[in-house]
């Protein structure tokens, strides 16, 4: 196991979020850097998610990750023992990252020479979807025992998000989860979303979701 | 099918929200009605729980519903549909209801002559559990699929309900879910809580958690 260390962000001082967030953008570009900012209710599998496609990715990339979290060290200590670097940033109760907090973690973390870091944001649909973090890409994972209405009532998330994973369509035989209905939610909301269907726990779905990635981590840091 | 409005809440002036809490728990006191809080994740079964509740007690007292949504009428046309008088509360962007704002919804909803009034709190693990919004007790569930971990990474949450309803028992057969460990983390940070083990869907365990919310009315009402 990797040690991780736990970091108290503070509240950030800039007034203009989106300004600081092409800021951090131009910066990641420069060191060749490609940050994505993954996002998702609790409980519908950020970090498992994160370990299959860590474990798929790590011997073609350096990777790290940031894990956003109220409380706890869960996550960064599950990142760590898959074998990459992880800090844990500790958000002091606030629900989301803005820009400036990403940036604290990102000056902590060192991250000059990782070609990809992901950012796994506080669980919550709602406040991460306001605030820009400076990320290339948004992603987000919806998972099937949520329910297909979730785009229905939190617009922002999935209107503001490059890439939706729906995740645990393993369990798809306890319940009723319409993939059409919840694709066509999707792209009225945001017509250009990839979506990928997935099951973290048993791969399926994840060589296609690491593809995206692959691609998207080539194309910013060439 | 009942009728039901859509009410647009504005963010509140009141700056001290523990005392205006108070205040609005007076009033229903006085006017013999009792407001439970009802919190969780996106997607861990509010509306269906609700729907079971109200199912078992319309016949025995009058309750209200005021449904808290970013955005949407998904869930107050559901509870409509149950054959109880519903609201839905828009928070324009907010991602919980403070006690000014819940006493703008019971205004607006009319609640002198319901015994019962459940406030469908925004679904999110963070923001509501930070302010108090008036309520005479706090639920919150927390549903298998989400996991057993929760407790550890939002704390706040767990300490600040008086029931937590283990809800989508009736999965546990595709999830790894260990009922003695959620149970003592959730003791540990709040040895008080009450804890039903339910399904929304089957039915299973819903007349304990009714037998509860039965006497806590009850107790306020009389």
Chains 1, 2 share one sequence.
Request: hydrophobic share 40%.
């Amino acid at each position: 196991m990797d040690d991780f260390r736990v970091i108290e962000i503070k509240r950030s001082v800039f007034e203009n979020n989106d300004k600081e967030a092409e800021r951090v953008r131009g910066e990641l570009k420069e060191q060749k850097t490609f940050l994505l900012n993954l996002m998702s209710s609790p409980g519908s599998g950020k970090t498992t998610t994160l370990k299959a496609t860590i474990s798929r990715l790590k011997d073609e990339m350096k990777i790290g990750v940031m894990e956003a979290d109220i409380d706890s060290d869960v996550d960064a200590r599950a990142i760590s023992d898959a074998g990459v670097r992880s800090i844990q940033l500790h958000t002091g109760g606030m629900c989301h990252l803005d820009a400036g907090m990403t940036e604290q973690g990102l000056k902590e973390f060192g991250t000059e020479d990782l070609d990809l870091v992901v950012l796994e944001n506080v669980g919550n649909l709602v406040c991460p979807a306001e605030f820009d973090t400076g990320a290339v890409k948004n992603a987000m994972i919806l998972s099937v025992p949520e329910g297909d209405d979730k785009p229905l009532k939190y617009p922002l998330m999935f209107t503001i998000s490059d890439v939706v994973l729906i995740n645990k369509i393993d369990t798809k035989s306890v319940f009723d989860f319409d993939d059409d209905a919840v694709c066509e939610r999707i792209h009225k909301l945001n017509p250009n979303a990839e979506i990928f269907f997935i099951s973290a726990k048993t791969g399926e779905g994840i060589d296609a979701w690491c593809d995206w990635l692959r691609n998207a981590v080539k194309e910013w840091n060439k």
